[in-house]
């Protein structure tokens, strides 16, 4: 493998061989994190710049920690108190951190594509750790890690995900890998929380959840941004709850053994039941295992790509 | 010394012989933390979670400064901008911070009882770093360390309390460590802010702040939170001040050479006056200096337990 | 050289020597920032408190990977959160904060003067990183090192400041600098954001940007603090950009290669024009990194301070 990416802003740009060799190298740290001395001096001297302008702490500490494993130095910033609230440009910004000389940076921020935006204008490396309704790639990935693990392999199976399609940056990164690895993909939601291309993507599309439930592998629940209750796009909480809200009745609809997923955090009783979420099959936990796994090898990968290994 | 615990969460569930253990260590620390160079590798590799979903400086920066002293990785989490403010459950938020494989976590939170939930929940370590008007076992383990340097033993010692009895978790968390040490303690305060409960407690009782000075050895000066002002139960600071601020005249009823205490931050003016904080046998500064030698004991017993030592 | 001083306050505390020592090191570690492993282990075991007060992200960043690349431990406070906001003096903070024994407190603060008061009292060094209007040292250090390597000397060179000079720490401290190492300096704003005792000033004092551009052999742009214009001090950012806004036409009348710097964050179409900002002898991005090397350089000199080298 030689890695040809400067940067991680899609899933897109990632050919099977390259998801899998992530995959590979994630398996390895995998290991390391069960160890009583959880640290790897891989990355020692090297920069790494958490610019959230988006709040998050899950994604945040995971990159963290998984920085912090391979022992590079750690930089977090905040939209909060940063030059960015004083009225800086993204792009200023952006140009002022590389002048730090750090060795990559990782970005959450609102706006989509604005991963993109600094991909071209910096030097190091860039890592989109979520844009607007755009891309999470990283979620993505350790969503395909997490199933791997189980599955092996990727074809002859069935991934649903239910929810507000439209907004979803996880559920346009999922459907990008899953697609590509061989995984059928459909999606569920209420039409309003479709998106109008909704015909266009590769996907199966379902508005009733028992029917799309039928004789799945897994399922991929999204959160429900509570706010969207007021956007007008629906009813209430409590009727979306009663169409949408997985309960352990779907499950029985599924393939046995289907593995239950959320990007967290869940809203219990709206999205996800309690059965459902604390269900014998639930791999909620296990994603967020692998998210450290999968930020660890990319950060890896990221730093000192592979020039002709394997 | 074989250690028998997972958590420290109160300091009832501690034996004397545990806490002098605790000390004995703290003492070692106390001399590196007085070096050109003070650190040692003790920890490396060890991820620590320092989850303040209460507002704390001090006992974060301490418990921050005490891990990397030891190599341990810090990860801060505040509630501020946490899942937990998404409206996700403690228990979802602790079950994912626990995924991503760290050692320990420690932790404050306004409701009495939170660490404990978690320590059942949880396989990792919990540390208590206050609850609610419940516990704060660190701060009164620094509280006995500091008198034990200079007092080298607890009986035939008076340690007096004043302040708002009734909120304290710092007030609880002493009494029950040096009641079990030997020393006599008095609690003194207005009668509204003391608890009901309290004729039950192994303690003397005084509402009298010049009576309950008479013959002390040390004093514990407890913060008043200014809220309680607005609550009905103060009749108004200058009041309490007057009648419970800790002042020159009543060290002088007080045992020759008796400590003035305070967990700080003070209110000067308030419940201690600038003479007596200042004052030549004051060791509120000492109380901090061994609150990360407390903490440094803590990190290494808890991550490393001693199996048959001593 | 031998180093006589425990804090960095001012620039006026420096002598030329000096200034020109800082220098030297900075070059050293100007070169480390290059290395694909950007770390020396000069300053383990050192604990850094970074106690930004007033919101910083760009100095602040850029003392935390000063200190990280030379292996040292940092500790962060601010304001929010802190013993501060609860009440306590900034005299308790700051003896709770040496009571942990770090070996160096880097603050900024909104007061003036708020730097000097805590260097009488504590044992440890304490390093101003901006206080109030009054000084901000590190800048005038990082702007004189980045003038410095291109110019080679100081003397025979004109510096001008424009902008808002009565409220800026950072033209103090420039003048200060730049005077004392020979250069020759003007400063230009409108008479409302020039101060009263400006004629006392060792400087060249214009209202006319063009007039004040004439011969210059750099121009620093001071960012204008928008809150100004409601002040009453500016009649409307569009007549202060039209009058004193840097566009190229300026820099026609200055010498050939006349150097362009700002202290960042910038408002583009204010203070300085796009064009300028971008212009290839704009030097700002170069600011940035030199302030990495500068930071570096004082860490390693206030933390380990030479005794009789060179």
Same mark, same amino acid.
């Given at each position: ?15 099977? +061989?390259? #998801? ?33 302008? +988006?709040?998050?702490? *899950?994604?945040?500490? $995971? ?18 108190? $940063? &030059?960015?609230?004083?009225?800086? $440009?993204?792009? @200023? ?12 940076? =990782?970005? *959450?921020?609102? @706006?989509? %594509?604005?991963?993109? /935006? ?8 860039? #890592? ?15 969503? %395909? /890690? ?7 392999? /990727? ?13 979803? *940056?996880?559920?346009?990164? @999922?459907?990008?890998? /899953? ?17 109008? &291309?909704?015909?266009?993507?590769? =996907? ?34 409590? +009727? ?7 309960? !352990?009745?779907? !499950? ?20 996800? &039941? @309690?059965? =459902?979420?604390?269900?014998?099959? &639930?791999?909620? !936990?296990?994603? =967020? ?22």
């Amino acid at each position: 493998m030689r890695w040809r990416h400067k940067d991680l802003l899609t899933i897109d740009q990632l050919s099977k +061989e390259e #998801i899998f060799y992530i995959f590979e190298v994630a398996k390895k740290f995998q290991e390391v994190n069960q160890r009583p001395i959880k640290k790897l001096p891989t990355l020692k001297g090297k920069s790494i710049i958490l610019f959230f302008a +988006e709040p998050s702490t *899950r994604t945040k500490t $995971s990159f963290d920690i998984a920085a912090k494993r391979l022992s590079a130095d750690t930089f977090s910033l905040t939209k909060k108190g $940063s &030059s960015l609230e004083k009225g800086e $440009s993204l792009k @200023d910004t952006a140009l002022t951190l590389q002048a730090m000389n750090p060795d990559l940076i =990782v970005i *959450r921020h609102k @706006d989509s %594509g604005a991963p993109f /935006f600094l991909s071209k204008m910096l030097k190091c490396g860039v #890592i989109n750790a979520g844009d607007g309704q755009h891309s999470h790639p990283t979620q993505a990935l350790l969503d %395909g /890690f997490t199933l791997y693990s189980l599955w092996k392999e /990727f074809e002859n199976k069935t991934l649903l995900i239910v929810g507000d399609i439209k907004h979803s *940056r996880v559920a346009r990164s @999922d459907i990008e890998l /899953f697609t590509k690895l061989g995984t059928k993909v459909r999606v569920c939601g209420p039409s309003t929380l479709l998106p109008k &291309s909704i015909k266009k993507w590769p =996907v199966e599309v379902y508005t009733d959840l028992e029917e799309a439930c039928k004789g799945v592998d897994a399922i991929q629940c999204l959160r429900l941004q509570l706010e969207r209750q007021t956007s007008g796009l629906l009813p209430s909480l409590r +009727e979306y709850s009663k169409r949408y809200g997985l309960k !352990l009745k779907h !499950l029985e609809l599924a393939n046995p053994d289907v593995k239950i997923m959320h990007p967290g955090p869940m809203n219990r009783g709206v999205e996800i &039941s @309690d059965e =459902v979420a604390d269900f014998k099959d &639930s791999i909620i !936990l296990d994603q =967020v295992t692998s998210g450290v796994c999968i930020r660890m090898a990319l950060l890896y990968i990221y730093l000192i790509p592979p020039v002709q290994k394997d």
